[in-house]
C-alpha cells in the first residue's frame, strides 16, 4: 500500500510554494562553495565556529555545512523575541548559550531569515564582545522591505518579498518546519 501523502501534498494545499526545494538546494550548495573558498586560507589559523541560531536554522545549517570542505566546529545558540510571534520587538534573549568560547575563532553565524534585522543585530553585538577573530553571517533568507536594522548578510540565500514564510526550519507556531520548501499562507 502506498504511504499517504505529508500534509502539505494534500489538496487543497494550504501553502503555496515561494522557493522549491530543488531551488534551496542548488543556493544552499553555492553558498557551501563560497564559504569553502572564503576560509580554506583561515582554516589553518584557527577553528571555524559554525553558529546556528536556534531553532529555525537548523534545516539551512544541516545542508549547509555538508557543503563546507574545509574543518569547521559546529555549535548552537538560543534565543527568542519578545512580543507578538510574527512581529519582533527588538528585545532579544538569550535561552541557550554556545557550548564554548569563541575567542580568537572565526564565527560564521547561520540564521534563518533576516526579518527586521534586531535579532540578529542583537545576537551580531553579543558575539562580538566575546572577541571572534572574525564574524561572518549566513542568512537563508532576507526581507528587506521589513529592515529596521541595516544588517550585513555575508552570504544569503534569497530576498524574499514581504511575506510570512514557513517550511526548511521557519515555523508559525512551531508548526512546519519540517515543509522541505518554502511556502507561505495563501492570500496572507
Ligand atoms: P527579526 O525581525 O529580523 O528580528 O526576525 C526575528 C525572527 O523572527 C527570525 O529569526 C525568525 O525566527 C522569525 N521570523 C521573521 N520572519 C519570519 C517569517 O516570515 N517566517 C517565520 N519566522 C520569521
Do not use: C
Not at 34 to 43: G, R
Not at 97 to 121: A, F, Q
Amino acid at each position: 500500500m502506498a504511504p499517504s501523502p505529508p500534509p502539505w501534498n494534500r489538496s487543497p494545499d494550504p501553502f503555496a510554494e515561494l522557493i522549491s526545494a530543488e531551488a534551496i538546494a542548488v543556493r544552499v550548495a553555492e553558498l557551501g562553495a563560497q564559504i569553502t573558498t572564503d576560509y580554506a586560507p583561515l582554516a589553518n589559523q584557527a577553528d571555524v565556529v559554525v553558529i546556528g541560531v536556534l531553532k529555525g536554522s537548523v534545516i539551512f545549517l544541516a545542508d549547509l555545512v555538508r557543503h563546507i570542505g574545509v574543518p569547521i566546529i559546529v555549535d548552537f545558540i538560543g534565543i527568542s523575541s519578545y512580543g507578538d510571534a510574527t512581529v519582533s520587538s527588538g528585545v532579544v534573549q538569550i535561552t541557550q548559550d554556545l557550548s564554548r568560547p569563541i575567542e580568537g575563532k572565526h564565527v560564521i553565524v547561520v540564521e534563518d531569515i533576516v526579518d527586521t534585522g534586531h535579532t540578529v543585530h542583537y545576537l551580531l553585538e553579543n558575539l562580538a564582545t566575546r572577541r571572534p577573530a572574525s564574524i561572518k553571517l549566513a542568512s537563508l533568507l532576507h526581507k528587506p522591505e521589513r529592515a529596521e536594522r541595516q544588517i550585513e548578510i555575508h552570504y544569503l540565500g534569497f530576498t524574499i518579498p514581504n511575506k510570512f514564510v514557513v517550511g526548511y526550519g521557519l515555523d508559525v507556531s512551531q508548526q512546519y518546519r519540517n515543509l522541505p520548501f518554502i511556502g507561505y499562507v495563501q492570500g496572507v
